[in-house]
């Protein structure tokens, strides 16, 4: 679904597959960043008092003060700001991944065998999941905003394979790429927000970490 593919032997802690899926920050001219800002800081201050459904994109581009034509070019719709407010989320999650300590990150001593590859699986659930909860209706709109817009989020493609490397160490001989897109789909916003509305944060935060982290349990004991 992401376009990449792991191949022969992967370590737990390894990171330099994951560089290069790393969500970079926007390079763009100070006048676009000063305008980018402005519509991002409308748009947060305007779904948080109001919802993301009841704010449309006329009422961001006048609280932001830009016109509606530099709106939509630049973010198409409101899955599109979506998407670029959750930018600095995702990079901070991605940089404790790559650069944290253990059990999310990897061990900063090469000499260190880290922490093992079930456990390192076990806190990328739990550290995703605050993230998700914390930001579920900014999710779950970049999420549906058409048939497999979950899947072209570049950050999908970051989640992925880091779940895919810790799999292909802790399941040797299983299929560790079609097993992390079975992780990742309980963490999808859509259930989550499902979840969430029917029994409460609390039960479906652990019914998702549980279902994450079966898929490696009974398939066979992680390492």
Not at 40 to 45: I, V
Not at 117 to 129: D, I, N, Q, T
Not at 176 to 205: P, S
Request: charged residues 25%.
């Amino acid at each position: 679904m992401d376009g990449t593919e792991i191949t022969g032997p992967q370590s737990g802690s390894s990171s330099e597959a994951l560089e290069i899926l790393r969500t970079r920050p926007p390079q763009e001219r100070a006048d676009a960043a000063r305008n980018r800002e402005k519509v991002l800081a409308a748009a947060a201050a305007l779904f948080a008092a109001k919802g993301m459904e009841a704010v449309s994109m006329d009422a961001i581009a006048a609280a932001a003060g830009v016109g509606k034509g530099t709106l939509f070019r630049r973010f198409g719709d409101k899955s599109g700001l979506a998407v670029a407010l959750l930018d600095a989320r995702e990079r901070d999650l991605q940089e404790r991944i790559l650069t944290g300590p253990p059990p999310l990150g990897p061990s900063a001593d090469a000499r260190q065998a880290g922490a093992a590859p079930a456990e390192r699986l076990a806190a990328f659930v739990e550290a995703y999941l605050d993230y998700l909860f914390a930001h579920l209706d900014l999710v779950r709109m970049s999420e549906t905003a058409s048939t497999g817009a979950r899947y072209r989020i570049g950050s999908y493609a970051f989640w992925h394979r880091h779940v895919t490397i810790l799999l292909t160490v802790a399941l040797p001989g299983e299929d560790a790429e079609v097993l992390a897109h079975a992780v990742l789909a309980g963490l999808a916003g859509e259930v989550a927000a499902a979840l969430k509305d029917r029994y409460g944060e609390q039960r479906a935060r652990a019914a998702l970490a549980t279902a994450a982290l079966a898929v490696c349990r009974l398939s066979r004991p992680c390492g």
